[in-house]
């Protein structure tokens, strides 16, 4: 499987000729979305949804599909019906050639004065990936590669940390990492390289890795 790191928490996975997109959102390049067989989104925030973007890839791919929860599908499957797909904690599916399990139901707490919404993770491949989305979700199966919410208005350091520990990944790649500058990077890579008991692992955004 050939992961490529996209801006923010979009990751493209591919694997036999198709291609899995996650999370394109709107701190996404503009065509992050575009080539996707089968696009998942993991909550409605604009980072990782954004409407116009996946319009335009299921539009560009007629055979696309999209899968995601309930807040999300409901602006889209009017316009692309039989081509969206909800789906929901403890859901499994295959989408273009990929077996998706559904982990999570809500966001993390941002502030107690701030309802929260709902949230999925998917765990790819029998655990050869999970993406989280806007939750510290451990799912109950290993995982090999973790793709980690590293910085967020939600989150601090050690909870990052202790996630981490929790999951066990062989390894854990940075996303949700538009937020961190250049010069934080060095301490969020020392600390949870050193702490988080996996190997810790940072791609620029449009760089690939196998997995």
């Given at each position: 499987?050939?992961?490529?790191?996209?801006?923010h928490?979009?990751?493209?996975?591919?694997?036999?000729?198709?291609?899995?997109?996650?999370?394109?959102?709107?701190?996404?390049?503009?065509?992050?979305?575009?080539?996707?067989?089968?696009?998942?989104?993991?909550?409605?925030?604009?980072?990782?949804?954004d409407?116009?973007?996946?319009?335009?890839?299921?539009e560009?791919?007629?055979?696309?599909?999209?899968?995601?929860?309930?807040?999300?599908?409901?602006?889209?499957?009017?316009?692309?019906?039989?081509?969206?797909?909800?789906v929901?904690?403890?859901?499994?599916?295959?989408?273009?050639?990929?077996?998706?399990?559904?982990?999570?139901?809500?966001?993390?707490?941002?502030?107690?004065?701030?309802?929260?919404i709902?949230?999925?993770?998917?765990?790819?491949?029998?655990?050869?990936?999970?993406?989280?989305?806007?939750?510290?979700?451990?799912?109950?199966?290993?995982?090999?590669?973790?793709?980690?919410?590293?910085?967020?208005?939600?989150?601090k350091?050690?909870?990052?940390?202790?996630?981490?520990?929790?999951?066990?990944?062989?390894?854990?790649?940075?996303?949700?990492?538009?937020?961190?500058?250049d010069?934080?990077r060095?301490?969020?890579?020392?600390?949870?390289?050193?702490?988080?008991?996996?190997?810790?692992?940072?791609?620029?955004?449009?760089?690939?890795?196998?997995?």
């Open positions: 499987m050939r992961f490529t790191k996209k801006s928490s979009c990751v493209r996975l591919e694997k036999d000729g198709r291609t899995l997109v996650i999370d394109p959102g709107a701190f996404s390049e503009e065509d992050a979305a575009l080539g996707a067989d089968a696009l998942l989104v993991t909550h409605e925030h604009p980072d990782h949804f409407e116009r973007r996946l319009r335009a890839a299921l560009a791919n007629p055979a696309a599909g999209l899968w995601t929860l309930a807040a999300v599908a409901e602006q889209l499957s009017a316009v692309f019906p039989g081509r969206v797909h909800t929901g904690h403890g859901d499994t599916f295959t989408a273009a050639g990929f077996d998706v399990q559904v982990h999570g139901e809500l966001h993390a707490v941002i502030h107690p004065d701030i309802p929260r709902t949230n999925v993770g998917y765990l790819v491949d029998g655990g050869r990936v999970f993406h989280p989305g806007d939750a510290l979700t451990v799912p109950d199966h290993p995982v090999d590669t973790l793709m980690l919410p590293v910085m967020a208005p939600w989150s350091i050690s909870e990052v940390i202790d996630y981490v520990r929790e999951v066990r990944p062989q390894r854990a790649y940075d996303i949700h990492d538009a937020l961190l500058t010069l934080a060095p301490v969020y890579d020392s600390q949870i390289g050193e702490l988080g008991g996996s190997e810790h692992l940072r791609l620029a955004p449009g760089d690939s890795a196998r997995l």
